[in-house]
């Protein structure tokens, strides 16, 4: 399937035709999201492939830009991504997924981080007006899963 091509402002921000606009590199950002609590889980970008495969698949599809690969999330992990809605901005240059997750395959709760958090937004930036120094603080404490047991196979799960 190919999407359909953008011809007028009007057409993209008023009208049912998926146009999306991917930047130069052939990408689109995806902001994944917890489809019942709402939580930010991660963020992604997808090629025209990659969407293309969520939108048909049903399961979540990135564009992995350390590897240059399609990447099916969960392949490696087990933990998938079952898409509930897929949602695209006004100028159609950013996509938003509702998703379930699925647990890893080498047990642990369900979660989307490689590092074993739940969320891949398991810290805050605090704001303090004067400040030189800017430290991470965790809002999320315990790791849902080991990933040295989830990633074992995997030279390097930082690169997923």
């Not at 007028?8 to 999201?33: H, M, R, T, W, Y």
Request: proline share 4%; aromatic share 8%; glycine share 4%.
């Amino acid at each position: 399937m190919a999407f359909d091509k953008r011809e007028s402002v009007l057409q993209v921000e008023e009208g049912n035709s998926l146009a999306p606009k991917f930047d130069e590199n052939g990408l689109i950002p995806c902001i994944c999201q917890h489809a019942t609590t709402r939580e930010i889980l991660m963020f992604a970008y997808m090629n025209a492939d990659a969407l293309e495969a969520t939108l048909k698949t049903g399961r979540a599809h990135y564009w992995s830009r350390s590897r240059h690969k399609l990447w099916k999330k969960g392949e490696t992990s087990g933990m998938t991504q079952q898409v509930n809605r897929v949602l695209i901005d006004d100028d159609q240059d950013c996509v938003v997924i509702e998703v379930d997750l699925a647990s890893p395959t080498a047990g642990g709760q369900e979660a989307s981080c490689h590092v074993g958090y739940r969320s891949c937004f398991y810290r805050k930036i605090e704001l303090v007006e004067e400040s030189n120094v800017r430290e991470l603080v965790f809002i999320e404490s315990d790791k849902a899963f080991d990933p040295t047991t989830v990633y074992a196979d995997t030279p390097n799960p930082t690169q997923l």
